[in-house]
């Protein structure tokens, strides 16, 4: 299998405010010495608790931000190295839906714009085309083509998420990064977007990058997983075998079930009349 | 406290909201429920006075005995943070990106409670605490871009927090975060609500949260309040048809679903159908068209709500299901 993606040895640190005036200033290490490959048709999960440098990994893939040390292949490219112009062109290639699906959509523009804007990337699209594309991507997240004409702010949150996963899908690409794609939405929603994911996967090959703090999701969803503590990669490997035999301390904290206080709630079901 | 009668919320036209009416009592924890695109922000919107400009807003509010439907924007700025306050759906759009996440959180404090700058401060520093940021004073000069999507959600919680308001309308507030951290940030809400009287409409698809913060849900469908109810009572014995599918979509949280390396990824079940767009949205039941049990009479005749049991319970439809067998 083609390997889609790979990171070596990747870090990235953020400088944190002053403490004193002129003081030294002190650096966030939000990921460390980050490797993984990832390769055509598979989905890789990405857990680890809140904060832990997901997010600024999957920006990292994406070109949005430069690392400090390591090297990104996409497609088999060094994007860190290719002139701005080539980038555009690969872009089309690889895409990424938002955390904050917000963020990805231009609040004066309809939403149809927003969705064909990867599209521009490829000159042999023309406009009828493009329309067309971005009405079957609208129909595929369970909205309707009419609603391309809509703007950001008259969408609900779970509509506008899968706005977002419109425009992560619509150049069918062959790397998606999907951060929190589904947590907005509804679980029979979210079903049917995650058939959808795993059809684009048997259909095109979509390899993905699946962050995720829903473990049970990614459990469903992904072949493999990698776990983050601390801007680390500290665990990684088949999904079914890290989840069931964790061998770090910390996946065994992740995937230790919170306490429910389940005892009021069954109270409450016996007294139902 | 608030009193909410024949509340409509409509777009050109189309109604998105249909004549909800409902309390919210002191100290009362309410969950509200339903698939994407059904009416819960706009309802959460409209408590606060904030439901878009392009609504047509009709119906009464009443806060503490005052009609607020009609109340000037001056009227209901005043209640907003020191009354009622609000985690809003999508943090990063909520939250100013100009402003340092301590000046987000201390400047209501400055303004309602009149506290100082340091004192503000300090208290700022005490919420980020108890919403689990970690570093919370250096995270106090930053922005909300620095920070991850999980932390801007916390932020949020804690700005809306700093002036004790005697409600809370939190929407989808855990979205961004792990089980563990959640857990904290409902049994958070849980306690406020309980040693403060703070009242919260709690806004989640996550059914096993909303059972564990709230005492009362009310599950809408295209617009639709279609049944209330004790919370416990209402997961365990759905009258609805279309609580009964919200219920049964719930994947099996207990157990996580290992397949073996290679096996075929099973099929997700869902709600046969999806929400029709407002203008499409059937006159009369919003779930016809989608429904298991479904009547001719169904599509053209809004059903009107029944009454179960001794009177806490309430189903909106014509032929509700039979009282599921509970062990006694
Ligand atoms: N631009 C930035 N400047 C400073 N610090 C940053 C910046 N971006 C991220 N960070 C910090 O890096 C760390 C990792 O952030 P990241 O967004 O990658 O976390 P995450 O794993 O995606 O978390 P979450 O689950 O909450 O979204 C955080 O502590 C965050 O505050
Ligand atoms: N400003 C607006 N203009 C037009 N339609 C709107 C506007 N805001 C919301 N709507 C529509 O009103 C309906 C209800 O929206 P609302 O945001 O209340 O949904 P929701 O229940 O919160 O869904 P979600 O779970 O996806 O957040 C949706 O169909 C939405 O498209
Ligand atoms: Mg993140
Ligand atoms: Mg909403």
Redesign the pocket.
């Known amino acids: 299998m083609s390997v889609v993606l790979s990171l070596s040895g990747v870090s990235?640190a953020?400088?944190?405010p002053r403490r004193r005036l002129l003081g030294p200033r002190p650096m966030?290490q939000?990921?460390s010495d980050a490797s993984l490959t990832l390769s055509a048709g598979e989905t890789l999960g990405?857990v680890?608790?809140?904060?832990?440098?997901?997010?600024?990994?999957?920006?990292l893939v994406m070109g949005f931000?430069r690392p400090d040390a390591g090297r990104i292949t996409v497609l088999g490219q060094d994007i860190n190295a290719l002139p701005a112009p080539e980038l555009r062109r690969l872009r089309a290639g690889f895409q990424m839906v938002f955390?904050d699906p917000f963020g990805s959509l231009d609040p004066r523009r309809p939403v149809g714009w927003s969705i064909a804007e990867p599209l521009l990337a490829d000159p042999a699209l023309d406009a009828p085309t493009r329309r067309k594309r971005v009405a079957e991507a609208l129909e595929q997240v369970g909205l309707r083509p009419a609603d391309g004409a809509k703007f950001p702010h008259q969408f609900s949150g779970g509509q506008r998420q899968r706005v977002a996963i419109a425009r992560g899908i619509v150049t069918r690409p062959r790397l998606l990064v999907a951060?929190?794609p589904v947590s907005a939405l509804d679980v029979s929603m979210q079903g049917q977007i995650l058939n959808l994911l795993s059809d684009l996967q048997a259909q095109m090959g979509l390899a993905m990058l699946f962050?995720s703090?829903d473990l049970a999701l990614v459990a469903h969803q992904c072949d493999r997983v990698a776990v983050?503590h601390r801007?680390r990669i500290v665990e990684s490997g088949p999904v079914a075998q890290v989840f069931s035999h964790p061998r770090e301390s910390y996946t065994r904290s992740l995937l230790a079930r919170p306490e429910t206080k389940s005892a009021d709630n069954r109270e409450l079901v016996n007294n139902t009349p | 406290m608030y009193k909410i009668r024949n509340l409509s919320l409509s777009f050109d036209g189309h109604e998105a909201v249909r004549s909800a009416s409902f309390d919210i009592p002191r100290g009362a924890r309410l969950g509200l429920v339903g698939e994407s695109g059904c009416g819960k922000s706009i309802t959460a919107l409209a408590l606060l006075g904030m439901a878009p400009a392009s609504a047509r807003v009709s119906g009464s509010i009443e806060i503490d005995g005052q009609e607020m439907a009609a109340a000037p924007e001056r009227l209901w700025r005043s209640y907003r943070a020191r009354k009622v306050a609000m985690v809003f759906q999508e943090p990063l759009s909520a939250l100013n990106p100009l402003k340092r996440v301590g000046d987000i959180i201390a400047e209501p404090m400055r303004l309602h409670l009149r506290l100082d700058r340091r004192a503000a401060r300090a208290r700022a520093r005490d919420l980020l605490v108890e919403v689990g940021i970690?570093?919370p004073e250096a995270?106090l000069d930053?922005?909300p871009?620095?920070?991850?999507?999980?932390?801007?959600?916390r932020v949020l919680i804690a700005a809306a927090l700093s002036c004790d308001p005697q409600l809370l309308v939190a929407d989808e507030p855990t979205t961004?975060?792990?089980a563990h951290v959640a857990g904290r940030i409902l049994d958070l809400l849980k306690r406020l609500s309980e040693t403060r009287d703070m009242a919260l409409v709690f806004i989640s698809h996550d059914l096993e949260a909303v059972a564990r913060v709230t005492e009362e849900m009310l599950v809408m469908y295209g617009g639709d309040i279609v049944e209330r109810g004790p919370t416990a009572q209402l997961l365990a014995d759905p009258r609805h048809p279309y609580t009964k599918g919200l219920i049964e979509a719930r994947p099996r949280l207990d157990a996580l679903t290992l397949r073996a390396d290679g096996a075929p990824r099973p099929r997700l079940a869902s709600i046969p159908g999806s929400v029709p767009a407002l203008a499409d949205l059937p006159k009369g039941c919003r779930f016809a068209g989608r429904c298991p049990i479904e009547r001719p009479a169904c599509a053209g005749l809004r059903p009107a709500v029944s009454v179960l049991g001794p009177g806490q319970r309430q189903v909106r439809c014509l032929a509700p299901l039979l009282p599921a067998k509970v062990p006694a």
């Open positions: 990235r953020y400088p944190l966030l939000a990921l990405i680890g608790e809140s904060g832990s440098g997901k997010s600024t990994l999957a920006r931000d955390q951060d929190e962050i703090h983050m801007g | 970690p570093d995270r930053q922005y871009h620095q920070l991850s999507g999980g932390q801007r959600q961004a975060l792990d």
